[in-house]
Every structure is written in C-alpha cells, then in structure tokens.
C-alpha cells in the first residue's frame, strides 16, 4: 500500500523543520539589593522585576540548514535553543519542531532531535563513554546492528575510538565533547541543537569539530541550529546567520550579506620601503594605523577603486592586500546597532 | 498492513515492544552498577562506620539494665534490646538512601537535570535504578561484617522465626526499601521550588529518626498517652509512614508483631509506598512543569 499519509508530522524535503512565530519568554527575577540589611529586608518583602529574554522572534528553518544564531552574552540565544528542545515553555507565542510543540516533551518528539550543551555532560563521568553509549542505545531504542555502524561511524570520524574505553574524566575539554557529540548523534536525529560546542577548544580541536559537523549534515541532512560566540565556527559551518540581541533578531540572512550590508570599508595594508613621515599616509584621508613600514588603511568600499591607484602610484609600495573587515568587527558592530534600537523603540 | 511508524528516513528505531521499558531499565541498573563498583573503597569504610553508633547503643542499655532491677523494660530484655539495634540496621540498610534528596535537588540547581528533559527516558525510573544498583554494591560489601556482627551476637536472639514470619520480614524490607526511596525522592523534588533543601532534609532525618524506631523501639511508647482516650503515641506512629523505615521489620523478626496485626500493618506500609510513590511523581510532574516557565 502507498504509504502517502503517515499519520505523523509531516516533514517532506524543502519543507520547514522548525517554524517559530512570535516566540517570547519572560523571566521573573528577584533583585536583591546590596548589603545585609537589604537582604533582611528581603525576607519579608521582594521586588521582583520581568526580564524578557525573548521578545516575540520568528524565524523558519529547512531541513537540512545549518544555521548560526550569534549575539552577545544574555541575548537570548541559549533561552531561544532552550524553548526550542521543550525545556523550557514559552511566555507567547508558538513553535513546532519537527511537526511537534517542543515543551510537550512527547517521547516520539525526544527521539528525533538531540542537544548538545557545551558545558553539560550527558556522558557518565567515571565511566568509558561506551557505556554512555549503550545506555543512549536502549533509550533511543536504536537497533543493535544500525547501532554499531552508527557509532563505528561516528567515532572514526571524529578519530576517537580508543578514547571511548577509557574513563570520560580522565579525558581532555576537546576529547570529551568530541565524544558527547558521537552520544548525541547515535539515534541520528533529524534536528541538533548545539549550544556553545567549541567553547574552550583548542584550534585542532575546533577545526577537527568543524569538519565532523560538515560532515554529518551534508550526509545526514541534518538540520542544526548553533549558538557560538567564535566567528571561526560560523565562517567554517553556516551559511545562514541569525544575530539576535536584546531578545529580537536583528538579521537573519547568508552570511555574505552581513558582510555586504554592514560593512563601510575594506582593510587595505601596505608593505612600504621604510617608516612613512609623518602626515604622509594622513594626507589621504583615511583613518590610518601605523607600525614601522607597514600601514594599515580603513577606506570606504564606495571610493576603493579610485584611491587604491592613487596611493600605489605615489608611495614605493612592497606589498598590498585588501581584506573585508574581520567578521568579529562587522558582529561587534552588529551588536552594539542592536543595544541601540530598544532605545530608539522607547523614545519612538 | 503498512508500517505506521515508518518515516521518509528510514527509522534507526528498533520497534519498542511491551518490554523496551524493562530493557531500558536493566541497562541503566547495569551501568549504575559499574558506576558504583568504581566506589567501593569508600563503600567498604561507610559500612564499618556504621557499626559504631549500636555499640555506644548497646553499652547505654547496658547501664539502664545495670541500673534497674527488672528483667525487662516494656517488653525487652537486654538481649531483646541488642537484637533490636542490630535489625533496625538490617532495615535501614534497605530504607536509607543517603544523598538521593541532596543529589536531586542539587541536578535542578545545577541544571544537570536538563537532560532527563530532552532525553526520552524517565528520570524517577532512572533514580530506582541507580538506587538498586547503590544498594547491591552494598549489600555485596556490606555482607561479610554484618555476617561477623550477626555470628558473635548470636545468643542475643532468640530462635529463627517460622516461615510465615520469615516472608513477611522480607516483604517488610523491600517496602521500607521502596518507602524510603519515594520519601526521600519526594523530599528532593522540593528543589524544584526551594533552592536549598538541606536545611528541610535536616529536618525530616530529625522526625525520622525519633518516629522510625531508630533510638528506642515504638512499642516503648505503647503506654504513653495521647489524651485522647484509649490512643497511645505508638497508635499514632504506626499510621505514620517513620516506623516502617526502620522499626517496623525489626519487630516483625522478633514476633512482637503477628497475625491480624502484622497483615494490618503490612497493608499501612504498603498503602504508604503507593501513596509517596504517587507523591513523587505529581512532584516531579509538577517540578518540571515549574522549572519550565521559570527558568531552565
């Protein structure tokens, strides 16, 4: 019999994995003030005060994307991935994720997706993570022979198979999350949430977590949403970048096109023959930095073309190069715009 | 017919069958086990320890035997007195459950139960395990000087008891086991709503060790009145949970409990271990439910 109506959440190629409509979440927190009479006083009476950690975001992802939610610390990134692996229930709004309300926390939702918390172990401590292993083998009711060809897989990729048998505290940073991302891709889910998963790596280690990730999703088509704070990871994964900050996105688009739409210059350096005089890179109009014969100019994309020339035919130039500005730049840039707009929604 | 479950993905999922939950739950007493067999050094010294407070116990009846001319008080002779303190510690081998409330509301403190949340795996299942796994480890460690204790106080007891009373001297440990473990997962939900549970863990071990029978059989207070007429205190204890952690099989090994009473008080306990077992999971049920508007 054709199998056309599953009876399930519907989830063809193309179509949304997760789609999320005016998503808030308010916390409530204590303020408590300074000193230890304040805090008798507190005893008795509090003020508390709403902290919106999201303020109403929406946003669709495909399957198969991969996609990077940036902003600065307290932005809402981690409440936002929170909500979305049912954790967390929201104050408004709705989500689905995989066809499912994600803070429903039915089992068959569970099965198919899969968070990875930087700081937070889902493997045994004083056990090898093999035994992780099994036990995520049982609770995901994986088949045995799937389950060995998965693992095999996973841990190979990742060049960790000895570092399984052996006793996971007795293990590195990197090693370890190495090894919590093999636990968490076991039953192949549809749909990883990775929050932080290269923090406190080292490059070897983040560059080898890097080519997994590719990896795995090119293969897999899994859907993956990261919070990162390391532009490497977003320039190395993710050709979609969502900058949240203050609860709110503020872009949500390639990653090519934050560039295009925040970026008034490029970096031009030049190798010169010696040390300029003072006032002679100055007179181009430019903000310069200056170190010995290397000199570093911000110029406007618009005018590039016409200055570049210019000072290659006046100075004895050794070397050139013309960079974007760092991504880091362009994000922090990115998110001091954002600290700015609830200001300006205030006054509005 | 065509496979309901089946997905555009071919599934990794093994079909669940009537057993899957069972299965989950050995491999997770399995791996607790292994866990707690990395412990057993400290094990072997938590359980020497433990012999120490019946002996200051058993010099302190000594001296009140000393000291008065009867043969017994309240129904116990100096021997009934030792028998007494060495099987309460046989019951609170079953019933104590040292860290559980402490670790539960410290994995909602620090955030580590996160994972029994997006994990399609039952978190008070899970702390049944554990718990049976921290159990045998220490039953297997714990047999040989109980073994000792119990040859050398042999004359301190009197004969084996008949079968009857044998079943339900174990039927009274395995519920003071369960009893002990939903009281004190239970207790330890209370984190969900309290930061810091210490200070009414504290307390609880205060009540449960002047109400379980831990300082001096309940029977002792069968004459004490509660001034409502023809209630002693005892009458009130046994239809409190306490007793049946520690007191309760003690009691039962020794004969003091029998026929129609014994059957009754079987039935207490029993209705207890429904009644927190039920408490434990609307706790958590709702504990959970807390944690995810609040926070997280």
Redesign the interface.
Known sequence: ?H?SN???PV???GAAVITVDSLAKE??VYDKPEGLLASVTGLFHRTNRLVEALRGVSLTVGRGEFVALLGPNGAGKTTFL?LL?????PSRGTARVLGHVP?E?T?DF??RF??V?GQ?N?L?W??PAA??F??H????????A?FDR?RDELVDLLGVRKLMLQ?VRELSLGERMKLELVAALL??P?VLFLDEPTIGLDVVAQHTIHGFLKAVQAERRVTVVLTTHYMKDVAALCERVVVITHGSILHDGPLGEIVDRFTTHKIVTLDLDATPAPGQMERFGFPCEIRGPRVTLRIDRTRIADVLPEILRSESVRDVSVEDVPLEEIVATLFRAGAAAPMAEATA | ?????????AS?????GPF?GL??WF??LA?CL??RL??RGDFIIGTLMRFLPIVTQVFLWTAVFNATSKADIAGYSRNDIVAYYLLTMVTRAFSSMPGLSGGISRSVRD??V??Y?????DYVAYLLAARIAHKLVYYIVAILPFAGVFYVCRSYFPPVPDAVTIVAYVLSLVLSFLLGFFMEATLGMLGFWFLEVSSIIFAYMLVQYLLSGHMFPIDMLADIPTGIAGVSIADVIRWLPFEYTAYFPAAVWLGKIQGATLARDLAIEAGWVVVMAVACRIAWWRGT?R??????
């Open positions: 019999m199998n599953r009876g399930g989830d063809t190629d916390y409530r929170k692996s049912g954790i967390i229930t803070w926390r089992d569970r099965r899969a968070l918390m937070r889902q045994w004083d056990l035994e992780s099994r036990l083998k049982e609770i995901y009711r994986i088949e045995p799937r998965t006793p039953h192949e549809e | 017919m065509s496979n309901a479950a089946s997905t555009d993905h990794p999922h093994a079909t669940g899957a299965r989950i491999t997770m791996i292994e866990e990395v412990y955030g580590s996160k994972k949340l997006v994990q399609p795996v439910r944690y995810s508007a609040f926070g997280g």
